[in-house]
């Protein structure tokens, strides 16, 4: 099973709501990834996490809070966002991140579009 | 400082054509690998090919190959005979070795359109 899913594929919500992105891959990737991506622009890397433990946030807003369970799940909780934060949400996985591996390619999920109204 | 630089917003062939996406990197690492994604209108980025920086040879994968000149730091993505599938985004990335505990760094991309 080399897939990344994501769910919803879709998104609306207010600015008031709580909601939350799902990704899941069962590849025994150690390494999970958060993209914010707007249209016709690269992704921008928001979180990582390697061995379930938080590695990397790029100064990301607090009504973004990443959630890791276990190795196969990557959630992605959002609270009070901003018009501003309608994307594609991308997420991706690699094998390890620490490692000096030669071949780490990021698979990534189909992503889900978000809109904040 | 930019690291990856895709020169070329938009680019159009013709079907069966070959067509040449440019990308340049800056690295004082070593160590480092190259990825090429594709992203259709869908959103799904797609996995193309990988160069690594000790790697003798240009890496192929299927009509895909990469023209990579490690001199120049350019790792350019050549499609052989286009097909109307292929029209999408082209990201070219990179990953230094030496910085363990990094994700990709992306281009800006290139927004390739094939036409019949």
Known sequence: ?117 | AQKITQTQPGMFVQEKEAVTLDCTYDTSDPSYGLFWYKQPSSGEMIFLIYQGSYDQQNATEGRYSLNFQKARKSANLVISASQLGDSAMYFCAMREYNQAGTALIFGKGTTLSVSS
């Open chain 1, 1 to 117: 099973d080399t897939e990344v899913t994501q769910t919803p594929k879709h998104l609306v919500m207010g600015m008031t709501n709580k909601k939350s992105l799902k990704c899941e891959q069962h590849m025994g990737h150690r390494a999970m990834y958060w993209y914010k991506q707007k249209a016709k622009k690269p992704p921008e890397l928001m979180f990582v996490y390697s061995y379930e433990k938080l590695s990397i946030n790029e100064s990301v807003p607090s009504r973004f809070s990443p959630e890791c369970p276990n190795s196969s799940l990557l959630n992605l909780h959002l609270h009070a966002l901003q018009p501003e934060d309608s994307a594609l949400y991308l997420c991706a996985s690699s094998q390890d991140l620490r490692q000096r591996v030669r071949w780490n390619e990021q698979f990534f999920g189909p992503g889900t579009r978000l809109t904040v109204l």
